[in-house]
Structure formats: C-alpha cells, structure tokens
C-alpha cells in the first residue's frame, strides 16, 4: 500500500518519528513529503537527521494554502497515493486533508481530538481537521470523549497513547550520553530553569520570565523559534535583555540537546502543550504557560501547573 506521510512543522516531526520506524515495509510503502511551513536547519533540518528519518520523496515550497492543496491532488495522482497519514494541527495538515477529500483518499490523522473549546482560530482548526479525518488516532480517553461527544463514530477512533513519548524514550538515553549543552552553554545540572516558546509573543510575556529567574535566583535558558526570535529582534530587546538580565536566548535545539537540556533542568515553563507527555516522562517540575485551558487535562494528574501569563500570581 503506498502512503503519503506528510509533515509541515517541527511538532510534526516528533509524531511520526516512532511511526516511520514501526510500519511494515514489507506491507505500507511510506512515501516521505517535506512541506516548508516551516523551514531551516534547527527548525526541522536537524530534527530529521537525528531521528532517522529518510530522504523525502519531495520538498514543497510554502506559498500558501492554496497552491498546496493543488501540489498534493498532484502528488496523490503522481505517486498513485492509496492513504495519507498526517498529525497534529498545522496548515499543512489541513491543506493536505483538503486535497485528500477531492480526491478521496482516506486519511488516518495522529493525534485528534485535541479541544479547548476557546473560540479562537486554533480551535476551529483542529475541530475542522477533525472532521475530515477518516480514522482518529487519539492520544488519551479525554481526547476520544471529545470526538464522540461531538458525533464521531467510536469505530474509527483509537487511543494511542503519544507516539512523540516514544520518541523521547527512544532516545532520551543517548541524549544524557552524547549531549555537551551544558558545558556549551557553561550551566550546571539543576541549576537553570528551561523554558520553551512557540506561540506567546516575547515581548509580552518576558517581565514573567525575569521575575521566574529572580525568584528561583537561577539562571533562564529560553529556546525561540525563528519567527520569536525576530519579534525580540525588530523590538531592539533581544540582546538587550541577556546584558542585563541572567535570561539566555536559544534557538530551536536539535532534538538530542533539546532532551538533554530538559533532563538536566531544575523545572520547564512551556506555552506548547504538546511537548507536555514528552517531557513528563523525566519527572521534572512542569508549568503550562498560557492563557487556555490545558487540551490533555493533565493538571487532573498532577503532572503540570497552568500558569497564565501575566497574571500578579504568575511566578
């Protein structure tokens, strides 16, 4: 059976890592496409290399929806796809499932289910790929009651467990034994606190950030994505604030510095759910950053803290 495996963005990759490894060749023929919603080196570069993935059949360029939708019904036709397997909730997810839908090609979606029930463009999202996912791999009971709540059939929608976790057990060990992050960065083991932004706007949320280093008395490792990175940039604040604060700016580490960095910290603030079961596995203190509700309910299990930015109780 020749399957299209399609991935978009960082998060992405760490889905599937497990699921490219344990699919029978000998019974699904994976056809790799890398789209460049987002792009670069540490963004995704890295990330494959370090996880194994192989070479992608092809590379799609970023241009919007639209001429994606078209370049995958031209790729369903080329390669004479019989399924597509995406996951998580990024545009090229939902470009993908749009185009498998003209074209009628089932579509088995990683990690559905996922609400807030906030009325927001992210919500709309996930809820429209949802809904035009043929089979729903869950990650968690809330997440399947989310769908059959919602009128989903129980038969196509089965719970996982995150395959991103198995990624993190796969090689949270060769991380400890081959990651030099902290003599790079000249930190100690639990002596720095690790913070990891992909959504909230620097500039908004950094007097929380200084005030979490000035209460723990320890220094703050913040891993930014590009397009961060350049908000704090045009803001003239970037190298600014790690002259006069003990905040130190990072970008997106490769995946084996970036278990490494977690593994080794005191406690990880995150705006991301996503990495939360990932990172839970090590057994460190955990805060949700974040004006929304938690989607995994994972406060129920004393596995993370919500703390919402700004707020006077912040840190």
Known sequence: MKVGLFIGTRPEIYIHATIIENLPKKIFNILFFDVLEESGWFEKGVQYLTLNYPRPKETIKWTGLKSLEDKVIELIEKYELESIIVGGYSRTVYAVLYASREKKVPVIHIGSGVRTYVKNYDEILRQVIDRWSSIHIVNMDVNRGNLVSEGF????????????????LRNLSEAIKKSSILDELSIDENEYIAVYLNMLNPLEVISDLIKLGENFRMPIIISLPKNLKKILMEGGR???IMEDYDILFLEVLDYLDYLALSYYSRMIVTDSYWIIPDLSIM?????????YPDPYNLMKYGVTDSIEPGAEDSF
């Open 153 to 168: 059939d129980g038969k196509f929608i089965k719970v996982s467990g995150f395959t991103s976790v198995d990624a993190v």
């Open 238 to 240: 970037y190298y600014k």
């Open 283 to 291: 057994k460190k203190p955990i805060a949700y950053y974040s004006r």
